[in-house]
C-alpha cells in the first residue's frame, strides 16, 4: 500500500486567548490518495473551511492558530516548514480555489496576466512561451474564444467564466492537490453543474486529487469518492460515498439526509432535526451532537464518541450506533 | 389541491390575489456625462399569475430572472411600469399611499436574509408588536405583549424571548421572528423571498414545515420565492419557472418535475445535485451564460443556450399558451421532457 498524498493528523485549530480558547478545529484526521477525491461536508460552524485554510497554513494568525496534529503532503509535514518555504507549496504542489472567484481576483490585471503569474512564480518559461501556455489553460477550463479573451479584465467576465479562470490559474502548475472551498456556491444551478463537471474533467485529464469543501450533499455525492463528516469542529463519519449515502452510521449524518428536500420526493412533510448547530467551541465534553440527537444515551454527555469502524472504509463516532452495529455483527456470527 | 380551480379560462373562484400584464423595466445610464446611452433592462416582462385562497405558487429561477422584482411588485413595495396586481377584486396598483398602508395587513412579506431585516437594536417584542400598535390591534401594550407571545409559541420559539434582541437567536430563530412579524397581522397572502436559503442545511426543514403549519392553520396564500427546485418541491401547489423575466413554464407541482415541458425547466431540474451516487448522470449541462438583460436575444429569451433551438426561436418569441389544463409554456416546440437523455 502505498502512502496517501495528504494526511492530516490529529489537527486543532483554536482561535481567541491561548488560556481560554474556542477550538473550531479539533483532532481530525482524514487522508487523501493521489489523483482522489475527497469531500468534506459541513454546516456553519463544522470546522470544514479552517480544516481546509490548515493545509496551506492559511488560518489567520491572530486571532487563530493551528494548535495541534501534522500536515503530511508526501510523507513532510508541512506544518513543521520554515514559514518562509510555504510559497513553494502553494500553487506548485496545493493549489486552492473560493466560492467567490472576484475576491480572489485582481480587479487591475487582465486575466491573461494574472495566470501568467502563476507560472511566472514556478516555471520557467519565457513570455511567448507563456502566454501559449495561459492559452492552452483557458482552452483547457472551457473559455469559449481564449484568444480573444487573454487580454481582459475580471469584470468583463460571468461569476462562472471568473470560476473557470480561477480552476486555470489553480491547476496552471500542474499541482497534484487541489482544494475547491465551496466553489459553486455562489454560482446558479446550471452554472454549478458546468463548473462541477469542469472540475472532474481536470481530475480525470491532470490526475489532480481534490478536496471539494461544501454544505451541499449533493454536490458531494456528485463528484466525490471518499466523505468526510463534520460537525462543530469534529469529524463525525467517514467513508467511501456509497456507504456514506447508502449507510449512513452516525445519527446527525442520518438525520441530515433525512431532513434534505429531494426532487423526487413524495412526502408531504420534511424530517426534521430539533435545535441548531452549536456555535464553534462550545462542545467541550462528550459528543457534540448529542443535544438533538433522537438516539442519546446518558454516556453521550460524558465520553466524546471516538471513531468506531462500521466497515472496511467506513468509521463514525456514535456510542449508539456503534454497539448497535457490534451487537448485530455478533449475532450473526453465533449460530 | 387547489391547481383545478385556479387554472385558466375563467376560474369558478375568483383567486386571491392575481398579476395581470406585470412589468418593470429599470432605466440606467451607460457611459460617461450627457453622452451616455440610456439602457433599459425589463426585469419582469408582462407576467400574469393568480393565487388562490390557501394556495402556494412557487416562483423558480436563476439569479437576474426577475423573481424577486415580481415578489416586490405583488406587494407594492416597487411601482410596476406596467399592469395591475389585483388583491380581492382591488387593484393594488391604484391605490392612494393611504390605502395601501391599510393594505399591509392583508399582505406581508418574509425576507431572505432575517439579520438584515431585524432593527439590531430592537428587542423581539417590539418588532413584532410596532406594526400592531400602527394598526390598533391590541387595546394596551400589555394586551399585544400576550399576542406577541402567543405568536412566537405559534411559531416554535418560547415566549420568555421576546426582550432579547436579534442578535441573540441563530439564523432559524431569526426567520421565525420574521415569520412572526409577518404574520402577526393576520395577512392573508405572505411573499416569502428565498426564506430559508440563507440557514443551515439542517435548520431549513424546520422553516419549511412551520409555513406549512401556519398555511392550514390559517388558511394563507404564498407566493413562495426560491432558486431551489428541491425546496419548492415540498411546498409547492404551483410552480412557475421564470427566465430573464418572463414565465416560461407553469403548472402544477407533480407535472412540473414530472414532465417538465419547457428544455429550460428540464434543465434546471437536471442541474441540480441531488444527494444519490448511484444515481444515473443525466445531467442536461447548458452551454454558455445567461444573456445580459440589456442585450436580449431576439425571439425566445432561451434561444442563445437551448439545446432544440432552431431559427423560428430566434426570431418570434414564443407566447405562453395552455398546453394542459392548468400548464403553460412558452416554447415553440414543447412536449413532455423535450430534451432526450
Known amino acids: 500500500m502505498t502512502a496517501p498524498l495528504l494526511r492530516i493528523e490529529n489537527l486543532s485549530v483554536e482561535f481567541g486567548p491561548r488560556a481560554n480558547p474556542i477550538r473550531v478545529v479539533d483532532d481530525v484526521s482524514f487522508e487523501i490518495e493521489a489523483g482522489g477525491s475527497v469531500g468534506v461536508v459541513g454546516e456553519s460552524g463544522s470546522g470544514k473551511s479552517m480544516t481546509s485554510l490548515s493545509i496551506l497554513r492559511l488560518v489567520p494568525e491572530p486571532p487563530g492558530r493551528i494548535s495541534g496534529g501534522r500536515i503530511l503532503f508526501d510523507g513532510a509535514d508541512l506544518l513543521a516548514l520554515p514559514r518562509n518555504q510555504m510559497p513553494d507549496i502553494r500553487g506548485r504542489d496545493v493549489a486552492m480555489i473560493f466560492q467567490e472567484p472576484m475576491s480572489s481576483l485582481n480587479p487591475v490585471m487582465t486575466i491573461g496576466d494574472q495566470i501568467g503569474e502563476a507560472i511566472l512564480l514556478h516555471q520557467d518559461l519565457n513570455s511567448a512561451q507563456r502566454r501559449k501556455r495561459v492559452l492552452e489553460l483557458l482552452r483547457l477550463v472551457g473559455i469559449p474564444d481564449p484568444a480573444g479573451r487573454i487580454d481582459a479584465y475580471p469584470h468583463q467576465f460571468s461569476g462562472g467564466m471568473r470560476q473557470r479562470v480561477m480552476i486555470a490559474m489553480a491547476v496552471a502548475c500542474n499541482p497534484r492537490l487541489l482544494i475547491a472551498d465551496e466553489p459553486t456556491t455562489a454560482l446558479d444551478v446550471t452554472i454549478q453543474a458546468q463548473v462541477l463537471?469542469?472540475?472532474?474533467?481536470?481530475?480525470?485529464?491532470l490526475g489532480t486529487a481534490i478536496l471539494l469543501i461544501s454544505h451541499d450533499l449533493g454536490i458531494i455525492a456528485d463528484s466525490c469518492e471518499r466523505v468526510v463528516v463534520m460537525y462543530a469542529g469534529r469529524v463525525v463519519e467517514e467513508g467511501d460515498v456509497r456507504s456514506i449515502f447508502r449507510n449512513p452510521a452516525h445519527p446527525y449524518t442520518r438525520a441530515l439526509l433525512k431532513s434534505i428536500p429531494r426532487l423526487d420526493d413524495e412526502r408531504d412533510r420534511l424530517y426534521q432535526i430539533p435545535g441548531s448547530v452549536p456555535l464553534a467551541g462550545s462542545v467541550t465534553q462528550g459528543c457534540a451532537f448529542r443535544a438533538r440527537?433522537?438516539?442519546?444515551?446518558?454516556?453521550c454527555a460524558v465520553d466524546r464518541p471516538p471513531?468506531?469502524?462500521?466497515?472496511?472504509?467506513?468509521k463514525a463516532a456514535c456510542w449508539v450506533t456503534a454497539e448497535a452495529a457490534q451487537a448485530r455483527s455478533a449475532a450473526e456470527a453465533s449460530p | 389541491m387547489n391547481a383545478q380551480a385556479s387554472t385558466r379560462p375563467a376560474p369558478v373562484a375568483e383567486p386571491l390575489i392575481r398579476a395581470e400584464g406585470l412589468s418593470k423595466v429599470f432605466s440606467s445610464k451607460t457611459g460617461l456625462g450627457f453622452g451616455g446611452k440610456r439602457a433599459d433592462v425589463r426585469a419582469v416582462d408582462t407576467v400574469s399569475l393568480e393565487v388562490a385562497r390557501g394556495e402556494t405558487l412557487a416562483v423558480v429561477g436563476e439569479s437576474g430572472c426577475g423573481k424577486s422584482t415580481l415578489g416586490r411588485l405583488m406587494l407594492r413595495l416597487i411601482e410596476p411600469s406596467a399592469g395591475k396586481v389585483l388583491y380581492d377584486g382591488e387593484d393594488l396598483t391604484q391605490l392612494s399611499p393611504r390605502g395601501m398602508r391599510a393594505m399591509r395587513r392583508h399582505v406581508q412579506m418574509i425576507f431572505q436574509d432575517p439579520y438584515g431585516s431585524l432593527s439590531p437594536r430592537r428587542s423581539v417584542a417590539d418588532i413584532i408588536a410596532e406594526p400592531m400598535g400602527v394598526f390598533g390591534i391590541g387595546s394596551s401594550a400589555r394586551e399585544r405583549r400576550e399576542m406577541v407571545a402567543d405568536l412566537l409559541t405559534q411559531?416554535?420559539?418560547p415566549p420568555r424571548y421576546m426582550d432579547r434582541y436579534p442578535r441573540q437567536f441563530s439564523g432559524g430563530q431569526r426567520q421565525r421572528i420574521g415569520i412572526a412579524r409577518a404574520i402577526a397581522l393576520g395577512p392573508s397572502f405572505i411573499v416569502a423571498d428565498e426564506p430559508v436559503?440563507?440557514?443551515?442545511?439542517?435548520?431549513?426543514a424546520q422553516v419549511i414545515n412551520l409555513m406549512?403549519?401556519?398555511?392550514?392553520?390559517?388558511?394563507?396564500?404564498?407566493?413562495?420565492?426560491?432558486?431551489?427546485?428541491a425546496v419548492v418541491r415540498h411546498i409547492a401547489d404551483r410552480v412557475a419557472v421564470m427566465y430573464l423575466g418572463r414565465i416560461v413554464e407553469m403548472g402544477p407541482k407533480d407535472a412540473i418535475y414530472r414532465t417538465p415541458h419547457h428544455?429550460?425547466?428540464?434543465?434546471?431540474?437536471?442541474?441540480?445535485?441531488?444527494?444519490?451516487?448511484?444515481?444515473?448522470?443525466?445531467?442536461i449541462i447548458l452551454q454558455g451564460d445567461v444573456p445580459s438583460p440589456t442585450n436580449m436575444p431576439s425571439g425566445c429569451a432561451f434561444s442563445s443556450r437551448c439545446p432544440l433551438a432552431q431559427d423560428i426561436c430566434r426570431q418570434e418569441r414564443p407566447p405562453l399558451r395552455d398546453e394542459l389544463p392548468g400548464h403553460q409554456v412558452a416554447c415553440h416546440f414543447a412536449r413532455p421532457n423535450p430534451i432526450p437523455v
Open chain 2, 155 to 157: 411559531v416554535g420559539l
Open chain 2, 263 to 283: 428544455p429550460y425547466t428540464q434543465a434546471l431540474l437536471s442541474a441540480a445535485p441531488e444527494p444519490d451516487p448511484d444515481r444515473p448522470s443525466r445531467r
Open chain 2, 197 to 204: 436559503s440563507a440557514l443551515d442545511v439542517s435548520v431549513q
Open chain 2, 212 to 229: 406549512q403549519d401556519l398555511q392550514q392553520k390559517r388558511g394563507l396564500s404564498y407566493l413562495f420565492i426560491a432558486h431551489d427546485l
Open chain 1, 293 to 299: 440527537c433522537p438516539l442519546r444515551v446518558e454516556t
Open chain 1, 197 to 205: 463537471a469542469l472540475l472532474k474533467d481536470v481530475r480525470q485529464r
Open chain 1, 307 to 314: 471513531l468506531f469502524a462500521f466497515g472496511p472504509s467506513h
